[in-house]
Structure formats: structure tokens, C-alpha cells
């Protein structure tokens, strides 16, 4: 036993200075990242043939390419600005291949498949000027990434070491990029004059999609809190926590934090319900900790923004005079799409129609931020049939099993990440597909657990 401790502890810390060597290495030269993005990319691929997915090697790696995604983007290292997706979707497809998928997969094949007459439909009322096929490569490639990891992930058995694998492979790179980011602007003091979202902050990227990997970042760390049984690890990850969560929070971006927060919270509420008397006095003296620590990343943070967070969290602006569209001109996106549902309530307006429809009704270009109402105004009656399957196939699915810590964590991440920032990257439908695993404990592998049928 005291072995295996000392062989994941080594494997850990190896893996996590690697990961801060990359970090370093991407600051230091920046062109670099096209090479170890690509390398990764071979990587994994020539790792899952080899391996022919036996231990769920495809899973791995898209859980690595979806926390690297944004790292990349940002770094001018991914050649195409989809390939996090698209990888994504070859590493499963590959996975499926040696691996094979569920007979009770049918509810997602709907939902790949009711995507058609949205694209049918685009074909023909979309512009002429407009770029049909990169408005629906952009519009699709996060729901058909969602529906086929769902599909290889639904009902699917994987070892809890190798869940644990997966899960450290979606960590790792969201690490290096707040590595990175801490070199690339180690002092924000000067660079906040104003609560909007704070591009210094992120290296000039997206804070949106920075908080959103964040969020996640500092919730996978809190996990690890409490499955991890070793005092080394979980006292590298308390720092880790606060450095994550710190970065997350000077965004200025909040839909990623609040949501890093309710995934906490939503697994740590079924996470102590599973355990018995002694080990909840255990696990709630380490709440109340991490909650400490949160209070006091917070206060660091109220110092170092001049108090202008606070106002960001309480909807004011920086002289704290309370605005009156808490949702940043979100709503009014939403109320077009809703709009052009009523209006268009079979078939809706097309894939990708959404933003040329935005100009006509606002006089303005802006892509969707949110995923739902996206699905409503281009696809009509199919795509609330969609958001239907999205939602209730996991859920009766998890009242069956209730065996994954994670599952009501994963899924409110997906569905808050997609009302905030929609599908424009790969991290919520993947996340998503993680939830629909049934996690085998070879340790404790009762006789009467529900068979799964294939």
C-alpha cells in the first residue's frame, strides 16, 4: 500500500513539474507552443493505438486536449481555432473503434441526427455573402463534440484508477496555463482601472472562456482534497487552489467562478451524504478549511483591485453606482433568440443564422452566448426535443446508479457554462459526457451491482 502511495506521489509531482517546465518554456518562446501542442497532439494518438484503448486511453487524451484547449488558443499554438473540438472527436471516435459504445445510446444519435434540418434549413435562408460552411462548423462543433463523447461515455464501466487518470489529464494543463499567466502578468495592481472583464488579467485572451476553465480548475483541485488520501499532495494542492482561484477571480469574469463554486458544492452535498458517521466529521472540518482559504483569497483579492471586484460581484461600476442589466447585455441576445423561435417554431431559422438575424433585429454582429436559446431560435421543436435529452437521459440514468461523485457537479457545470458562454469550447461538452460513466471500484466491487447491458 505504502508503495502504490509513494508511486502515485512521484507520478503526480513529476507530472506537475512537467507541466510547469511547459509553462515556462511557452513564456520564455512563445512560438514553442505550436510544437508542443502538435507533439501532444501525435502524442496521444500513437498512445491510444498503441495501447488500442484498452484502459480507456481515448478518454485520456480528450480530457488533456479539452483542458488544453484555451492554453493553446491563447498562445497562438493550435494551427486551426477548432481543434481542441475536432481532436476531441477523433480521439473518441478512435476510442469507439477498439472499445465499442452502449446499445442505449439511442437518445444521443437523436440529437446528432436532429441537427440536420437545422443545417438544411441554413443552406437555405443563410446570405449570400455569408460563410455557410464556417457558421455551421462554428455553430455545430460544440454540440456534435457533446453528442459523441456522450455516446462513447454513456453506460460505459471505467476502472475508478483510470476515471482518476482522466481526471488528472483535464487538470494538468489548466494548471500550466495559470502558471503561465502568473509569469506573463505577475502584478495586476496597475492594469484594473475599471470592472469590466479584465483582458491584463488573461494575457489578452478571452476572460470569459478563462474564467470558465478556471472555474473548473479550482474545482477539480477541491476534489482532490478529499479523494486524495496523502498529505504531501493535498498540501501542494491547497496552494494550487489558492493560485487557481485567485486567477479565476481577477478576471473580472464571473459566470466561471460562480459556477467553479456551485460544482463544489454540488459534489461536496453528495459526496458527504455517502459517507458514514466517522469520515463526515473528517470531511467537514476540511469545508470548513477550504472555506477559510476562500474568504481569504477573496480579501487578498478586495485588496488587490482596490476594491473594484466586489463591485464587479455586486453588478455596481468602479465609482459603485448599482447597474441595471446584471447579465451584461446578455438578456437582450437571449430575448432576439427566443424571439426568433416564436417566430420560426418548427425548424427554426438554420445553423448559424442566429448572428445575421441579431443584425437585422439589434443592428449588431455578436455570435450567442448562450447555448440554449441557440438551440431554440436554429432548430426549432428539434432542438428543445434536443435540450430534453440532454437533460433527463443523465438524470434517469444517475437515479439508477448514483455511483459518480461527479455527476451533479459535471452536469450544472455544463448547463451553467453553456447560459454564459455557450459551446465555444470543447471543456463543457466534454465534461458533460464524464457525468454518463459508470465508475467501477475494484476494491469495493459488490456481487449484487447492476449489471450494465451493452
Known amino acids: ?10 507520478e503526480y509531482f513529476r507530472l506537475l513539474l512537467l507541466h510547469v517546465a511547459i509553462a ?8 514553442i507552443s505550436v510544437l ?4 501532444m497532439l501525435l502524442f496521444w494518438l ?15 487524451a480528450a480530457a488533456y486536449v479539452a483542458g488544453s484547449e484555451v492554453y493553446f488558443r491563447m498562445t497562438a499554438g493550435m494551427i486551426f481555432y477548432e481543434t481542441g473540438k475536432y481532436m476531441v472527436v477523433v480521439y473518441i471516435l478512435i476510442g469507439m473503434f477498439f472499445k465499442g459504445t452502449s446499445s442505449k445510446t439511442v437518445p444521443y444519435w437523436f440529437f446528432i441526427l436532429m441537427m440536420v434540418p437545422g443545417i438544411l434549413v441554413s ?13 455551421v462548423a462554428f455553430n455545430l462543433s460544440g454540440p456534435v463534440c457533446l453528442g459523441v463523447v456522450a455516446i462513447y461515455c454513456y453506460y460505459k464501466k471505467i476502472k475508478k484508477a483510470d476515471f482518476e487518470k482522466v481526471i488528472l489529464m483535464l487538470l494538468l494543463p489548466l494548471i500550466s496555463n495559470m502558471i503561465y499567466l502568473y509569469l506573463y502578468t505577475p502584478s495586476l495592481k496597475d492594469s484594473i482601472i475599471s470592472v469590466s472583464a479584465n483582458y491584463s488579467a488573461t494575457g489578452g485572451y478571452g476572460p470569459n472562456q478563462i474564467s470558465t476553465i478556471f472555474g473548473m480548475g479550482f474545482f477539480l483541485i477541491s476534489t482532490r482534497l478529499f479523494l486524495v488520501r496523502d498529505k504531501l499532495i493535498n498540501l501542494v494542492d491547497f496552494v494550487l487552489l489558492g493560485l487557481m482561484a485567485y486567477r479565476a477571480i481577477v478576471t473580472f469574469s464571473r459566470g466561471g467562478v460562480i459556477t467553479g463554486v456551485i460544482c463544489i458544492s454540488t459534489f461536496l452535498l453528495f459526496f458527504y451524504y455517502k459517507q458514514n458517521a466517522k469520515t463526515r466529521s473528517s470531511i467537514f472540518r476540511k469545508i470548513l478549511f477550504i472555506a477559510v482559504a476562500g474568504v481569504a483569497v477573496w480579501s487578498f483579492t478586495l485588496v488587490e483591485t482596490s476594491g473594484l471586484i466586489g463591485n464587479r460581484y455586486t453588478n455596481k461600476d468602479a465609482s459603485g453606482k448599482l447597474k441595471e442589466d446584471i447579465t451584461t447585455g446578455r438578456s437582450e441576445l437571449i430575448e432576439t433568440e427566443l424571439h426568433a423561435f416564436t417566430s420560426n417554431p ?3 431559422i438554420g445553423i448559424g443564422k442566429g448572428k445575421e438575424y441579431r443584425e437585422e433585429q439589434l443592428g449588431i454582429i455578436i455570435a450567442t452566448h448562450n447555448e440554449i436559446s441557440r438551440m431554440l431560435s436554429e432548430q426549432g421543436i428539434l432542438g428543445l426535443i434536443s435540450l430534453l435529452i440532454l437533460i433527463f437521459v443523465p438524470v434517469v440514468f444517475w437515479f439508477k446508479f448514483e455511483n459518480n461523485y461527479y455527476f451533479l457537479a459535471f452536469l450544472a457545470f455544463w448547463f451553467l457554462t453553456i447560459n454564459h458562454s ?13 457525468a454518463l460513466l459508470y465508475i467501477v471500484d475494484d476494491k469495493k466491487d459488490p456481487v449484487h451491482r447492476k449489471r450494465l447491458a451493452r
Do not use: C, W
Not at 500513437?46 to 485520456?60: G, H, T, V
Not at 455557450?422 to 464524464?434: E, K, Q, S
Open 346 to 348: 418548427i425548424l427554426g
Open 36 to 39: 508542443i501542442s502538435h507533439g
Open 46 to 60: 500513437i498512445y491510444i493505438l498503441q495501447k488500442k484503448n484498452k484502459n480507456n486511453e481515448a478518454l485520456m
Open 1 to 10: 500500500m505504502q508503495l502504490t502511495i509513494d508511486q502515485n506521489r512521484k
Open 24 to 31: 515556462f518554456a511557452i513564456y520564455l518562446y512563445r512560438p
Open 123 to 135: 443552406a437555405i435562408n443563410i446570405s449570400y455573402g455569408a460563410e455557410f460552411r464556417k457558421l
Open 422 to 434: 455557450a459551446m465555444r469550447i470543447a471543456l463543457p461538452a466534454f465534461v458533460y459526457g464524464l
